[in-house]
């Protein structure tokens, strides 16, 4: 089928994909036409529309929340193909979930109603967050979209479309520049602000969101800023739901068992966990009818979940990927690396953490090593190695500055670092290229490069990981596992740092 597609396309009534559904496939049950969109989200990726969208789906097909609709926008020019995709499918597409006991289940979801690639019509997506509709915006726009300076943890002004966008009278080029752009229009207006909603991996992300905005707001109007900082609320949140890429043999499985033709569906994990701050502007959809879990204080639960799931990917992807694996099920089915990861995480994440109301840890450890080795997921571990400078400072360095301080363990967490640092040079342990796919490639790998002759030197990037190549009993740790990784490789590795 070929599509002509337009720049943003309001999702006509009705609930099938083309060309149909089969009646046992669960879909909107819901008139489509009758749905507003109130949520504006940057980033319709695989987790956007695997978590925030269901949720939202989820209350619609209870009778609830038609006027919190999605409109979906994509900024970046990868953003292309989703949002042609979606466009060409009225905004429906296919959730597959993927049990352990290799049972699939899909659902038609139809909360995205509308959606708009805006480098084609930039000034429609800022009318489109001015208009009254709009009361939250949400964002998946990665660790590293935020354009925080690793060392500083200032706003980082040199990204060159941000530069673009602090021209006087600039057409916005960025998530920050829309939300700026229309937030002074608002303002100008009367109107009141909407929500900004970040459902990013990383640290207090509501508080980051608005730490960062408002940094860039404050270089284009410092008036506007100090507006912003006192109306706009950036509630903060912890998601949770392991969402891998979808490959063509998912989009064949699906059109075989199923008999949907999607073009692109979304694969994800049975579990799935929203923690979000209750903290809105101009009210908010009934998310705990859908079970979201909607507390005062989000840090507890969003510190559980950065430093035993996401850390432990780290944990898992570069030392799998060297031993020779490919997916994270296969690294969880080896008992070294799972006596490895559970180690990591009851010995060194855990002690960092603050009580966790309502969570028993040991079961949540438990049951994250069990997801992890759900085979039907595949996440593949260079999806996990992908973008580590945006990921290792944000979810592992603060469990070893912890440990640091507080005379915890740290063997695990250098034996990570030193992992990374290996698989930064470039090959694996047969031989074979690797690419490393990093926003800071080209530092990454040229210390890499250098650390046969200063075993160090990866960790002389202040930037990345502050002062931790002068901290010798880190130090001792790091080049002990960086010398078995390239003398013995990362089982043996692993097993040393195990007995250490």
Not at 395 to 422: E, F, M, T, Y
Request: hydrophobic share 40%; glycine share 6%; with cysteine.
């Amino acid at each position: 089928m070929t599509h002509e597609p337009t720049v943003h396309h309001r999702a006509a009534a009705g609930a099938t994909l083309l060309p149909v559904v089969p009646e046992w496939v669960a879909q909107p049950t819901y008139d489509r036409s009758q749905v507003t969109a109130s949520i504006v989200h940057f980033g319709v990726g695989g987790f956007h529309r695997s978590h925030e969208a269901v949720y939202l789906d989820t209350l619609m097909n209870q009778g609830q929340a038609l006027d919190w609709g999605i409109c979906g926008v994509g900024v970046l020019p990868h953003d292309r193909r989703v949002i042609d995709t979606l466009d060409a499918q009225r905004g429906l597409y296919t959730l597959i979930v993927k049990h352990p006991d290799g049972k699939w289940s899909a659902k038609v979801v139809g909360s995205i109603v509308e959606v708009v690639f805006a480098p084609a019509d930039r000034e429609y997506v800022v009318d489109r967050l001015v208009d009254e509709r709009t009361r939250i915006v949400s964002m998946t726009i990665t660790e590293g979209g935020y354009l925080v300076n690793q060392e500083t943890g200032d706003f980082d002004a040199d990204d060159p479309d941000i530069r673009l966008d602090l021209e006087p009278d600039a057409v916005p080029h960025t998530v920050f520049g829309y939300v700026v752009a229309a937030l002074a229009r608002r303002r100008a207006e009367g109107r009141e602000p909407f929500t900004v909603m970040s459902c990013d991996n990383l640290p207090d992300n509501g508080d980051v969101a608005k730490r960062m905005i408002c940094a860039f707001a404050r270089l284009k109007d410092p008036d506007l800023a100090d507006w912003m900082e006192a109306n706009v609320a950036f509630p903060n949140s912890m998601v949770d739901r392991i969402t891998p890429v979808t490959t063509e043999e998912d989009i064949e499985r699906l059109t075989d068992q199923f008999g949907v033709t999607d073009l692109w569906p979304v694969v994800c994990e049975p579990f799935s966990q929203w923690v979000l701050e209750d903290s809105f502007t101009q009210g908010r959809p009934p998310l705990e009818d859908a079970g979201v879990q909607l507390v005062e204080d989000v840090v507890p639960y969003e510190l559980m979940k950065l430093r035993l799931l996401n850390a432990s990917h780290q944990a898992m992807c570069y030392l799998g990927y060297l031993a020779g694996y490919r997916y994270a099920h296969e690294v969880c089915q080896d008992p070294l690396f799972v006596r490895m990861l559970a180690t990591f995480m009851e010995q060194e994440a855990s002690p960092t953490l603050q009580p966790v109301p309502g969570v028993d840890l040991a079961e949540y450890r438990r049951q994250l090593l069990e997801r992890f080795a759900n085979p039907e997921i595949r996440d593949p571990l260079t999806r996990l190695c992908a973008e580590s400078s945006d990921r290792i400072p944000k979810w592992l360095v603060p469990v070893i500055r912890h440990n640091l301080g507080a005379g915890g363990a740290v063997d695990i967490s250098a034996l990570i670092v030193a992992s990374w640092a290996r698989y930064a040079e470039g090959t694996d342990e047969q031989g074979n290229p690797i690419e490393v796919v990093d926003r800071r490639k080209d530092a990454v790998v040229a210390r890499a490069a250098r650390q046969h002759e200063d075993p160090c030197a990866f960790l002389r990037d202040p930037d990345l990981f502050g002062d931790l190549a002068d901290q010798p009993r880190f130090t001792e740790a790091y080049t002990r596992a960086l010398a078995d990784l390239h003398e013995r490789g990362a089982v043996a590795a692993t097993e040393a740092a195990l007995q250490s």
